[in-house]
């Protein structure tokens, strides 16, 4: 008989009452519940996304080249490109538009 879950243990996690939160852990808790990973994409069937990650980041720059740089109409976009892209990918490219040396869109 295998046992998965010490029963006092799983009654401690998962209590009924919950500590009061802060208004800081509050917020981070609305971010949380609003972040959303990017939707699957058909045309990027494979495990490896790296294709899916650089489309996104470009779906985001040609989003504020058509808006204009309207940074909060191009949130979602963004969000999409930071959820599939590894981090040090999206610095990267962020620091080559910076200085002018992006092979992606232009914005």
């Known amino acids: ?19 009061p939160l802060s208004k800081d852990q509050v917020a981070a808790m609305e971010v949380v519940k609003n972040v959303r990973t990017t939707p699957r ?6 495990t490896n996304q790296a294709g899916h990650c650089w489309n996104r980041y470009n779906e985001w720059l040609l989003c504020l080249k058509n808006t204009k740089g309207d940074e909060e109409g191009c949130k979602n976009m963004r969000q999409y490109a930071i959820s599939v892209c590894p981090t040090i990918w999206t610095e990267k490219w962020d620091e080559e538009r910076d200085e ?3 092979a992606g869109i232009q914005v």
């Open 41 to 46: 994409d058909a045309r990027f069937q494979s």
């Open 1 to 19: 008989m295998f046992r998965f879950y010490n029963f006092t243990i799983f009654q401690t996690i998962f209590s009924e009452d919950l500590p």
């Open 100 to 102: 002018g040396k992006f």
